[in-house]
């Protein structure tokens, strides 16, 4: 089911997801029937690589939207598209959010997440690099994301999802 709002999409799919929604970026791909998947890939309705997601939170991140949100509920998924919000309106959990999917998508690129590549995410202009790391502090302590290396300082710090 589609549902459309000024605000948001909200798709939900019935059935829990095969994979918890935490790791839907680094997951290799899995199909509940494999038949149906294979004819859908050989039409070209969709791929196999299992990067749908990535391109979801990578354009979020180019358009400087807010996060998706993947949620679980009553045996069912729910993904919630945002339209536009600017970075002063989003609310402490909508940041935690675009911080830990961008720390993801980085790992999955091979390269951590720092204040400058966060700070790309969220449009915010260097002299403002506290706001940034005020929400890396918020995410650290919510137990998303992790330093890279603990033993290295806070001024060139890297993180990584709390998984990796």
């Not at 970075?87 to 790992?107: E, P, V």
Request: net charge neutral; aromatic share 8%; glycine share 4%.
């Amino acid at each position: 089911m589609v549902e459309i709002f000024s605000d948001r999409m909200e798709i939900t799919n019935p059935g829990l997801p095969l994979v918890k929604t935490e790791r839907f970026l680094d997951s290799p791909p899995r199909s509940r029937n494999e038949a149906l998947a294979s004819l859908m890939r050989l039409i070209g309705i969709c791929e196999e690589r299992g990067s749908g997601v990535d391109k979801v939170v990578f354009e979020t991140e180019i358009y400087q939207l807010p996060a998706p949100s993947f949620e679980t509920a009553e045996e069912s998924t729910r993904v919630v598209l945002f339209a536009h919000k600017a970075y002063k309106h989003m609310d402490s959990q909508d940041r935690i959010r675009a911080c830990y999917l961008h720390a993801c998508l980085r790992y999955v690129q091979r390269d951590p997440m720092t204040n400058a590549s966060l700070r790309e995410r969220f449009g915010i202009e260097p002299e403002n690099s506290a706001m940034v790391s005020r929400v890396i502090k918020e995410t650290l302590l919510s137990d998303l994301i992790k330093p890279f290396d603990p033993e290295q300082g806070k001024r060139h710090a890297k993180y990584l999802p709390f998984w990796a």
